[in-house]
């Protein structure tokens, strides 16, 4: 195996250890180390790139990890296609965040911690894209898991960060339940948790069935069902997508990388990876693209209200998530990858681009006070325009082509599902234009609504953060490029290339068809954008207006259809009264604790009685030794 | 003739501790560094059984064997197999970290607790050296009056109650269990040999009764679901250093006779006795984490945490197959390391607040990084994160259950969300939020506090990195057992003619 691809997880774990152990010392220089480890890693990744375009798919372990009977796993390494995208995504886009870092961490307490765990990310999910077995994947899974809970509770004397961070934590660990005894249920079919092993006997699935609850299930939809979970926890989709939106504790930053570009889509990486499990059962297709444009639409029309800037942000993820999903559910997994690939880069810079916002505005989040940035903030603004534009769907730019890509193939599909989520990410493809426009007048255009003191403070980041922003640009405008569809002229290499690992569903429709989709789409993304530009520039009182008339919808929205309150009032209060109340306080301290403490008390209350007996009194003893003569006797005459 | 290190390392420290007593008393300092050189040399002279220890073989090895009490063919039989060499090294280490632990936490009665505690190894020791059963038992009790002292001399405000619950909640089990072993005597031979009462065919009746009266010895110790209520009282009482003992080591020794008697030697009435068993542990699992929310007590909550890990760890013994086997015995070596290190650090934090209620911490992270940062590694390890050594047991064990009764381990998978609940839920009550007033100032680690949670840490990553170095010992050992319990290779073995002549 190449040192370079072990160098790829192997620096940032090297940072991470030094840099936790010793950064405190280095003080305000403690980014360097971090910044070096990633730079060579995305170096290592390129290389690993064009490898895998050379045609050299690497599949080798590295040590065996788990050795227990018949069970054998490795940390091991796969490198095919669809690994040597995902490397490139996480790479750039974590090296892109650590240098933005340097600005908007600037003085902040625990800069060495922050850095540290950034690096403890980027291995972690280096680890899990780079594993060849199932349990490295769950290493990396939870590993990811971990680094967020540390980044989204960075501030952790804020019980809202803290709380934010454990919510995470826990609301994963329901997704991972699934995921976990999918991989038993795999083992015990495979005898393997290698994705080699395991993805050539797939066929095996077909004819096994698996009893439960009485009726016969398929055994591929079970572990189809079951992985899937995992996938619904990390990348929020409903019903536990509850986590990402309270994420935004975390600093900025992490949200652009974390939260938004990388470790969010391990849900999609995942269904990709496991495609030959998943393309078994339509069933589970079905679901995933359903539950993809039911969760698209849900976060969309909760974006659309939000005035927390890093909100919007936070619900349009959940929402292009979902589209990864649907893209994965109609069976064009290559097309879901190639949303997340022109997500991470245009949402990245979203993200960094609220942040650089927020840096300029003294940490403010509140779009309402917010407004006309765009003078101060030139290089933030025409980035920000860019990135907009792109999750927008504008002809050109990145987000256009992968889009397009996956309502093309949720139209094309013949699952039953797929016109449902065609016809919603349309619908949703309106939305994303309104809201990203929304945010971007709120924003930039019109005048400030905030105080005297944030207009005079107003300013540009420095160029440490405003580079990362341009080059991110560049991403947001040209990732889509690799995908051109023919009808454009292009050969839509993308699929092409990942063909060997996701397969490519034959297209049915004619050009015509395709050619009507495409307007259709460009149509809504237009639309959006212009119903965004009237309410919020020509008519700036109306959406006020909108609201007060439509104060239940809007207090609906506002309140995220109170699905938090619904999971305390259903979830977690009752766990914490059942195990208060009746676990311990009926079960544990009545129930099993009277009878440890009623059992001496019984015995002493018998003793006691007994003791009376030895009163010291001879009369006593004699009458006592009398009777019980006469009564051996009895028991003696009558036994004869 | 080898050196018998078995015995070496049984009264090496039982007279180590009793000559802590020729010191005079107020020599605090080097009855002290007394303490903990004996505890040292005894953790170097295990470093000789693990060079030389076979790991290809499940037959008994370092083995001593002398007549104790000829008349009832009492032995002082020694030996010890792939899987009580782990406990052996467990022990040994954890002594070495509470003799640390209790440097400044005991002030009162210096010399005798050091005594105590260093008999208490001796006694551990032998238990997991023990091939006679009789000699077994004699060290099984002597394990309990150690403890009982220390409970009751160095323990906390209601420590009598809770170290008399105790004593008597362990001593009515294993007065069972004493019952069960005369009973073995009269129809296996007589004789007390673990090996030789292993080999023989009993009938199903008997086998139940033996199981029976064993159960309820282990049971206690485990602690089981429902005989488990003696374990919050004695661990929130108890020092320091008794609880993480009490933790690491002795609530092991259940688990261990399960292993080494009731498996082995009443294989039939524990394979019937399977499902029970397993709903008990899940019961255990899913009812420890349950309590574990309604905690207010930090010592408390670590205690029933226990209950819920112990109930993997039966589950997995239950399981009856290689993975299960393997990952529960990997997971009392684990839950020894986690939940000792999670005692250990509780015991530094008391010596600074003197308080356990949770509440009253808070923002611990700011004023004490490096305690907060060993700590979270703690918590991981005992929910179970992927890279720690509580995932590959747990993993294990789900893995056996699966495979035994699938239901058993989708149950007891929930506890892996509950345990991440209680356990962040604590770690941010504690470490996070802001600053209690009274939790500013406080001392930062000592190099003695960092050198006693360091081991721990080492551990804990590299069993979860690395396994294999703990799993390549039980294989052959596991392997026999299982052979043992499913009776192949040993069916239809009659008794030897000599010995089927016997009345």
Redo the contacts between chains.
């Keep these: 195996m190449p040192a370079s691809l072990l160098a790829i997880p192997l620096l940032p774990l090297a940072s991470f250890v030094i840099t936790?152990l010793v950064g405190r010392r280095w003080g305000t220089r403690a980014h360097w180390l971090p910044i070096v480890a990633v730079l060579f890693s995305f170096g290592c990744a390129l290389a690993a790139f064009f490898r895998v375009r050379s045609g050299v798919i690497i599949n080798q372990d590295v040590?065996?990890?788990?050795?227990?009977?018949n069970?054998v796993v490795s940390f091991g390494f796969l490198v095919d296609q669809l690994t040597a995208v995902m490397l490139i995504v996480v790479t750039s886009v974590s090296a892109l965040v650590h240098i933005y870092s340097v600005g908007y961490m600037k003085g902040e307490e625990g800069y060495y911690r922050f850095f540290a765990y950034l690096s403890l990310f980027t291995f972690s999910m280096l680890m899990l894209v780079l594993g060849n077995n199932f349990?490295q994947l769950?290493?990396g899974?939870?590993?990811v898991g971990?680094s967020s809970?540390l980044l989204i509770?960075f501030y952790?004397?804020?019980?809202s960060a803290?709380?934010a961070g454990?919510k995470a934590?826990?609301v994963n660990?329901?997704g991972?339940?699934g995921f976990?005894?999918g991989l038993?249920?795999v083992?015990?079919l495979f005898g393997s948790l290698h994705y080699q092993e395991v993805f050539s006997r797939v066929s095996e699935l077909e004819m096994q069935k698996i009893t439960l609850f009485g009726s016969q299930i398929n055994a591929a939809t079970l572990i189809a069902l079951l992985l899937f979970c995992g996938a619904i926890g990390k990348s929020a989709q409903i019903p536990l997508h509850v986590w990402l939106p309270d994420a935004m504790e975390g600093p900025t930053p992490v949200s652009a990388l974390i939260h938004a570009a990388t470790m969010v889509t391990a849900g999609v990486f995942l269904v990709a990876r496991c495609n030959p499990i998943f393309s078994l059962s339509p069933v589970v297709l079905n679901l995933i693209t359903v539950l993809g444009a039911v969760t698209a639409l849900f976060a969309a029309t909760i974006a659309l209200v939000q005035t927390d800037i890093k909100r919007v942000v936070a619900y349009s993820t959940v929402s292009q998530l979902a589209y990864m999903f649907i893209g994965c559910g109609v069976g064009a997994y290559s097309a879901g990858i190639f949303h997340l690939f022109t997500h991470a880069y245009f949402k990245a810079l979203l993200f960094l681009g609220c942040g650089s916002v927020i840096l300029g505005m003294h940490h403010e989040q509140d779009l309402r006070a917010m407004g006309g940035l765009k003078r101060q903030m030139p290089v933030t603004y025409v980035t920000f325009l860019l990135a907009s534009l792109s999750i927008a769907g504008v002809p050109g730019l990145a987000g256009f082509f992968s889009k397009d890509e996956i309502l093309l193939m949720a139209f094309n599909t013949d699952l039953a599902a797929g016109k449902f989520a065609w016809a919603i990410g349309t619908l949703v493809a309106f939305m994303t234009a309104f809201y990203s426009f929304r945010l971007l007048f709120l924003v930039f255009h019109g005048d400030f609504r905030g105080s005297e003191e944030q207009r005079h403070h107003l300013h540009e980041s420095p160029p440490v953060v405003t580079w990362p922003l341009m080059l991110l640009a560049i991403g947001a405008v040209t990732a889509g490029w690799f995908g051109v569809p023919a009808l454009l002229g292009g050969d839509n290499h993308w699929a092409h290339f990942l063909e060997p690992v996701l397969g490519h569903p034959h297209v049915q429709v004619s050009a015509a068809t395709e050619a009507l989709l495409m307007g259709g789409s460009i149509l809504a993304g237009v639309c959006g954008i212009g119903l965004a530009y009237f309410l919020y520039r020509m008519r700036p009182h109306l959406p006020g207006l909108l609201a007060e008339r439509l104060a239940s919808v809007h207090r609906l929205l506002l309140n995220k259809y109170y699905i938090d309150e619904l999971y305390d009032i259903l979830l977690v209060r009752p766990?914490?009264a059942?195990?208060?109340k009746v676990?311990?306080?009926i079960?544990?301290l009545v129930c099993?604790?009277g009878v440890?403490n009623g059992l001496?008390r019984i015995i002493a209350l018998v003793a006691e009685r007994l003791r009376r007996l030895q009163d010291g009194q001879v009369s006593h003893y004699l009458a006592w030794m009398g009777g019980g003569a006469l009564a051996l006797a009895a028991v003696l005459l009558i036994g004869l | 003739m080898s050196m018998p290190l078995l015995s070496i390392l049984i009264f090496f420290p039982i007279l180590g501790g009793l000559s802590l007593l020729c010191v005079p008393r107020q020599q605090i300092a080097t009855i002290r560094t007394m303490a903990l050189l004996i505890s040292l040399i005894e953790l170097l002279l295990t470093l000789p059984l693990v060079l030389l220890f076979d790991k290809s073989t499940h037959v008994m090895q370092f083995t001593e064997h002398h007549a104790w009490i000829p008349v009832l063919r009492i032995n002082y039989s020694l030996g010890i197999d792939g899987i009580s060499i782990l406990f052996l090294l467990l022990t040994a280490l954890i002594v070495v970290l509470s003799v640390l632990v209790s440097w400044k936490a005991i002030t009162d009665k210096i010399q005798e607790f050091f005594t105590a505690m260093l008999l208490l190894e001796g006694a551990m020791i032998g238990v997991f050296c023990a091939t006679d059963f009789i000699l077994f038992y004699v060290f099984w009790e002597a394990m309990l009056i150690p403890m009982f002292l220390i409970i009751g001399i160095w323990g906390g405000p209601n420590r009598i109650y809770a170290t008399i619950?105790f004593f008597?909640?362990t001593l009515l089990g294993s007065l069972l269990m004493l019952v069960g072993i005369i009973l073995l005597y009269q129809f296996g031979g007589r004789t007390f040999d673990i090996l030789k009462l292993a080999g023989q065919a009993y009938s199903l009746k008997l086998q139940l009764v033996l199981f029976w009266a064993f159960f309820a010895a282990f049971a206690v110790k485990v602690p089981m679901w429902?005989v488990h209520?003696?374990l919050p009282d004695a661990h929130t009482e108890a020092p320091a250093a008794g609880s993480v003992i009490l933790a690491a080591v002795l609530i092991k020794m259940g688990a261990y006779g399960f292993l080494r008697f009731s498996l082995p030697i009443l294989p039939d009435a524990t394979q019937l006795m399977t499902t029970p068993m397993l709903v008990l542990s899940v019961i255990a699992i899913v009812?420890g984490a349950?309590?574990?929310?309604?905690?207010t007590d930090l010592k408390r909550l670590i205690a029933y945490s226990s209950v819920s890990h112990m109930g993997f760890v039966t589950l997995g013994l239950f399981a009856l197959?290689?993975?299960g086997l393997?990952?529960s015995i990997l997971q009392m070596i684990n839950h020894g390391l986690v939940t000792g290190a999670l005692f250990l650090a509780v015991g530094m934090i008391y010596e600074r607040t003197h308080t356990r209620e949770i509440a009253a911490y808070g923002?611990l992270?700011?004023t004490m990084p490096v305690f907060a940062?060993f700590f979270l590694l703690f918590t991981?390890a005992a929910v179970g994160?992927?890279?720690t050594n509580g995932?590959?047991g747990e993993?294990?064990i789900?893995?056996g259950g699966?495979?035994s009764q699938?239901w058993s381990?989708?149950i007891a998978?929930?506890g892996?969300?509950l345990g991440?609940?209680y356990m962040?839920?604590l770690f941010?009550r504690i470490?996070?939020?802001?600053?209690k007033t009274g939790m500013q100032g406080l001392a930062p680690l000592d190099l003695r506090e960092i050198l006693t949670l360091a081991p721990m840490v080492i551990l804990i990553l590299w069993i979860g990195?690395?396994?294999?170095g703990l799993?390549?010992f039980l294989?052959v050992s596991v392997a026999h057992l299982l052979d043992q319990v499913h009776g192949v290779g040993l069916a239809g073995v009659a008794l030897p003619p000599a010995l089927a002549q016997l009345p």
């Design positions: 936790l040590y065996t990890w788990i050795l227990s009977g069970l349990l769950f290493f899974w939870e590993a971990l809970y509770g952790f004397n804020k019980q803290a709380d454990k934590f826990i660990r329901f991972d339940f976990l005894i038993l249920l083992f015990t766990a914490l059942a195990s208060r676990v311990l306080g079960v544990d099993i604790e440890v001496p | 619950k008597l909640y429902p209520t003696w009812y349950i309590i574990c929310l309604a905690q197959n290689q993975r393997e990952g923002g992270a700011s940062g991981l994160l992927p890279g995932f590959i993993f294990l789900l893995l699966f495979e699938p381990a989708v998978a929930s892996l969300i991440a609940w962040l839920w941010q470490f996070f939020n802001e600053v990195l690395y396994p294999n799993l390549s294989h």
